[in-house]
């Protein structure tokens, strides 16, 4: 960012939360996800002041500062900036399995194998073997020692194991250290890399007050998105070794995703990663308290199983009769955004443009939303 002496930088800041609107505009609540969020007015001054230059020629200053700062935080040799987290989980797979015939151990509930589209099949020719996530987000390392292949040419060749740190379609579970350690050590006697796909990591971090880098210690590579829990407009973070970055900057090309003076995008993940997380643990309060509201309301029809709530998603479970969809639409109607993300489940996520007061207004609304939902039955 250019220099500016500090005085004035505080004066655009003021300047710029004069006009921005307010974080929940007319008392609605967004909690469709940690996406929503919009730029800061650091990070939109941030922006404004951001230096740039042309960033597949590697000579944008604020990306390069950028991936230098990522390096360092979760003690890896390198880092490259992408722009999604999509992209930074479908780079690092390819690259761990850049041979043809490859396969990849990863859960079945993962967001790779789920969420995004098939693409190290689409793209690389990487065979999934999906096993079971268990209710707290870990996949059965003794499975996982089973699945490895022999060398055998029926086969594929298993060269990655893939985890999900939080564990999204688990409740925002957050995997263990002792867990992590034992994955780790697995994949070094197998001779397996493993992968983090980290979008949440710092919310795990906030969960268990133990550093990033800590929870990434054992892995060869992790995804980080800056767009969830950080709260910047877009971005993610892949972080790994020299040779591995070399080669993920080359992939990262072929698949579209060399952008040029991207310094401005750079310069809000740079807020975000200084200022967010120590906002996080505010966004795991904020989700407890919501979880253990919707427990009040009706706990026969719905209801949330509080020790899935590590972090700051909520999962809430709705019985029959009554469905997720309608309960949506009613809460939609009242200024709250929720996701119907199955016939019998809603989720609700909390962010740093969430306040207390916000969750507990969500709660109200969804007593009233399943209110209106028994009486159209």
């Excluded at 967004?30 to 941030?46: E, F, I």
């Excluded at 710092?202 to 892995?219: E, Q, W």
């Excluded at 997720?324 to 199955?342: H, S, T, W």
Aim: net charge negative.
């Amino acid at each position: 960012m250019s220099e500016v002496p500090e005085d004035m930088l505080d004066k655009m800041k003021v300047l710029v939360e004069s006009v921005l609107p307010s974080r929940q505009p007319n008392g609605g609540v967004d909690l469709r996800s940690d996406t929503v969020t919009t730029p800061t007015a650091s990070m939109r001054v941030a922006m404004a002041l951001a230096t740039c230059g042309d960033d597949v020629f590697a000579d944008d200053p604020t990306v390069n500062a950028l991936e230098k700062e990522c390096a360092t935080m979760f003690e890896k040799e390198a880092a490259l900036f992408v722009p999604t987290g999509t992209m930074g989980n479908l780079i690092s797979v390819l690259v761990h399995c850049e041979t043809r015939a490859s396969e990849v151990i990863l859960g079945d509930a993962s967001h790779i194998h789920i969420y995004e589209q098939g693409g190290i099949s689409q793209f690389g020719g990487v065979h999934p073997r999906p096993l079971p996530n268990l209710p707290d987000g870990t996949i059965d390392l003794e499975l996982v020692k089973q699945t490895i292949r022999p060398d055998d040419v029926h086969f594929p060749t298993t060269r990655l194991l893939v985890l999900e740190n939080t564990h999204n379609k688990k409740g925002g579970r957050v995997l263990k250290l002792e867990y992590l350690d034992a994955a780790g050590k697995l994949c070094r006697e197998h001779g397996l890399k493993l992968h983090v796909d980290g979008a949440r990591i710092f919310n795990a971090s906030a969960a268990m007050g133990v550093p990033v880098a800590r929870l990434l210690r054992d892995a060869d590579s992790a995804s980080i998105c800056f767009s969830k829990a950080l709260g910047a407009p877009a971005g993610s973070i892949i972080v790994g070794s020299h040779e591995f970055i070399a080669k993920s900057r080359r992939t990262r090309k072929a698949l579209g995703g060399g952008l040029r003076q991207v310094g401005t995008l750079a310069a809000a993940a740079l807020v975000g990663l200084r200022e967010t997380p120590a906002l996080l643990a505010h966004d795991h309060e904020n989700a407890q308290l919501l979880a253990a509201g919707v427990n009040t309301i009706a706990p026969d029809l719905i209801s949330v199983d509080m020790a899935s709530v590590e972090s700051n998603l909520v999962y809430i479970n709705v019985s029959p009769p009554l469905t997720a969809a309608p309960i949506m639409d009613e809460c939609n109607k009242r200024g709250v955004r929720i996701l119907a993300i199955g016939p019998q489940t809603l989720r609700a996520v909390c962010h740093h443009q969430v306040s207390k007061e916000g969750a507990l207004r969500a709660v109200e609304v969804l007593k009233e939303a399943v209110e209106a939902a028994i009486r159209s039955l």
